[in-house]
């Protein structure tokens, strides 16, 4: 392959992986809000 494909290919993988990596902490972020918010909503009752 050429130099020019092995970037592409390079910059695919690096692509997908900081979007699962951002899904990841997309969900962190979700987790974290849902506790606060549980947690605020039990100490409302």
Do not use: P
């Not at 962190?28 to 918010?37: K, V």
């Amino acid at each position: 392959i050429t130099a020019e494909e092995a970037a592409q290919l390079n910059s695919e993988e690096s692509d997908s992986e900081y979007f699962m990596r951002g899904e990841k902490v997309y969900e962190c972020f979700i987790g974290r809000s849902l506790c606060r918010l549980s947690r605020s909503s039990l100490l409302a009752l």
